[in-house]
């Protein structure tokens, strides 16, 4: 579960009359990932030239099926249906369907892509002109004049300002029109100037990489007429666009079958060379070698022999972890839809190692607890659950990263929900609903166990702030003891047992000592002596002034644990290498062990303060709800109708702003506390994602 998946190394020779079938079989196996290594023979050559040709086809294809707007779907299916009996007449006979498939469309698509790029230019431009339909006169003669002369500029905001001091400057007459553009980011100036500064203006533009919106000839010069007739001309070029595309899809419709047989070929075909591009042809036979699931293996050589005939000599070889390949094997591992959303996470650092522990499961648990405790709202947390959801069921079938994302969404919803009410929050700490909250947690003779009233003045704001500190320590030291454990357990798991033993073992005992003193009490003043006691006490009994009289026993433990733990990294990889090398070498290396000590401490105590962010963010997010309900509550006791509307629109407004912005910022700072606090420790990302070749029938429908 918490591993990738066993892979198994198989190698199959067969008589090169056998190479189809076997490949077919390999493909309808559904479980075979091809190795990296390029293949070696004519037909591996000739396999790696069809490629290029199939890709091409494909390339057009999917260009055809965006001109008419078809929607492709995917079906996968246990067998190849159908299944071809001589691939290379498959291959030939594809190519002439797909020769028919260009004959039908490719003047189409070369009309279309005329027609797109002039309507791109043509958009630009008039949205250019827009700003100035208004400037209803004949410029002729200014654009081209002996003179004055006229041009009209597009300069990108950030050098907006910069660029008419310099017009200042260097222009003694001039005329700087501007109109600002916030859809295109832009600000468009019509400059008017004296014709002896054409050289200098020019340079101007040169120098700050100004666009200079040129007019086409056949236009007018008169800016309002020009923008009419560039808008007409607009009007009529996306009419005739979608008459292409109409047209495109009734020739689609005249072969749509061919076209969707075409297509699934290609994919096929697609797949075959893949595969033999990537093995050993000689004069009688052929090697195929890749990987498969290790569960697989009696399944797949099963299904390999019956294609041959009990011609293939096969051999499976289940891959170790340790074991040296010329490649390592692919990362393959099952998990269930609900937990799909959670492997984006550690896919931003990379796919697990084959020989590393999935981070998946951890990240599940941990991720939405860190959100929930950033975001802790039940207002906005429903809020978050209704848009995910949302977000799930409409995108479940049209685009599975959104649908995944919205699924993510979900949970953090349900986890700020559940902080919330914990908190005692509802679009904020003092609406009406909240304040329900707190007086049903009143009627149980509590407070809200992650309340944080800096709204109310003596009610315990201190306390609560400390409460919430020792819960940001608490959940520091459970994950990062979490993530140096798991770096450990990758150490043995690998026998990198140098760096297990020097390094990976005693920053775990270190996290070890710092997680017993979090939880050895729920007063913060306890804890707080605690940590004292283990990192100064000692350095304070040597300067005479000892820190306690008396400490319970733990406290010494403890402080033991921590004390050998550091001396371990300080001398570890010495005594490693003092026993592998001899003293010399051993004692060469307690430069390295100082330097990693430093690092350790560091990384330690920098860690730790990092999730202290929980706390902070959690705070600025009753900051910035109190911010505006205070002038809503205001205005919501006044009697005018307008004051209610003004309120409402306040409460709406900051509240959408807010959750917007916050759900925005905690999940970047979750991220954040992910990707370095805890994946530091332990992953490395650096694996190969499984991709088995998998028979699919494609069906093309039109919108």
Sequence with gaps: MFMPEKMSLIKILVPIDFVEETTLALIESKVFHNISRPGKGLHAERARRNMVVIEESLSKIDQYIKIFGGKVLKKETDEINPKPDSVLLFFDEIMEKSKIIDEEFEEILNLYR????????????????????????????????ENIRIKIVAVSVDKADQFKKELDKRLSEYLFI????????????????????ETVLNDMIRSFRIRVVEIPEKYERNLSRAYKDLYSELVKMREFLDNIRENARERYEKIKTLFQETYSGLHLLRDFMKIMSHSIFTDENVLIEGFIPSRSKDKVVKKILSATRDMAIIQVRDVGRLDKLEEEPPTYFNMSRWMRPFKMIPDLYGPPSYNEVIPIYIVSITFPIIFGLMFPDLGHGIALLIAGLFMYKYFKDKNVGISDLGLLITYLGISSSVTGFLAGEFFGPATPVARFLEGFYEDLHIHPPLSLPIYKSGAGVVEALYSFILLSVRIAMITLLISSFLGFLNSLINREYDYMFALSLPRTMIFVSLFIPAFFSNDINEVGFFYSYISLGQLLA?????????????FEIVKWILNISLLWILIGESVVDIFRHGLREGLSKLSSGFMELFDTVIMAIGNSISYLRIMGIALAHIAVVISFYVPVMSLLYSPGILEQIYAWSIYSIGNLLAMTLEAVIAFAHTLRLHLYEMFSKFYRGTGRIYEPFIPITYHIETL
Excluded: C
């Design 178 to 197: 501007n109109r600002s553009s916030e859809d295109l980011k832009e600000v468009i100036g019509l400059i008017i100037y004296t014709s002896d500064k």
């Design 542 to 554: 040597v300067l005479g002034t000892p820190i306690a009289a008396e400490t319970p026993m733990i």
């Design 114 to 145: 005329e027609y797109e790029t002039k309507i791109s230019e043509l958009d630009v431009l008039t949205k250019y002109l827009s700003y100035f339909q208004d400037l209803d006169i004949d410029l002729r003669n200014l654009f081209s004049g």
